[in-house]
């Protein structure tokens, strides 16, 4: 079993940076994946950043590719999530998630992943 607690978000205006943090209480290494998503009030859910926490390959939509950036350390058992240029669509509810290696679910599909924090707000003015 793994627990997942965020922390970072806040207020930040158009162009800054966050760093939101993710800690796994169980093993990230029994993970076969982690990811941030994100919820804004009357949209659909969407992944922001995918890592693949064996190999280290990660993935951004174009949405925030070149802005955001997934890492992983593995000591501190914490995902991070690096976002610079922010704007203010970015602003919204971030989650993070993982993928048991042991139910194999795919990383590219939502429902698929086992674990998910209790989210953390991100809001960006203008």
């Known amino acids: 079993q793994v627990q997942l607690v965020e922390s970072g978000g806040g207020s930040v205006q158009a162009g800054g940076s966050l760093r939101l943090s993710c800690t796994a209480s169980?093993?990230?290494?029994?993970?076969?994946?982690m990811a941030w998503f994100r919820q804004a009030p009357g949209k659909e859910r969407e992944r922001v950043a995918l890592?693949?926490?064996?190999?280290?390959?990660?993935y951004y939509p174009d949405s925030v590719k070149g802005r955001f950036t997934i890492s992983l350390d593995n000591a501190k058992d914490t995902v991070y999530l690096q976002m610079n240029s922010l704007k203010p669509e970015d602003t919204a509810m971030y989650y993070c998630?993982?993928?048991?290696?042991?139910?194999?679910?795919?990383?590219?599909?939502?429902?698929?992943?086992?674990?998910w924090g209790q989210g953390t707000q991100v809001t960006v003015s203008s």
């Open positions: 998630a993982a993928v048991s290696l042991s139910t194999g679910g795919s990383c590219w599909w939502s429902g698929a992943y086992d674990y």
């Open positions: 890592i693949y926490t064996g190999g280290g390959s990660t």
């Open positions: 169980g093993y990230i290494r029994s993970t076969n994946c």
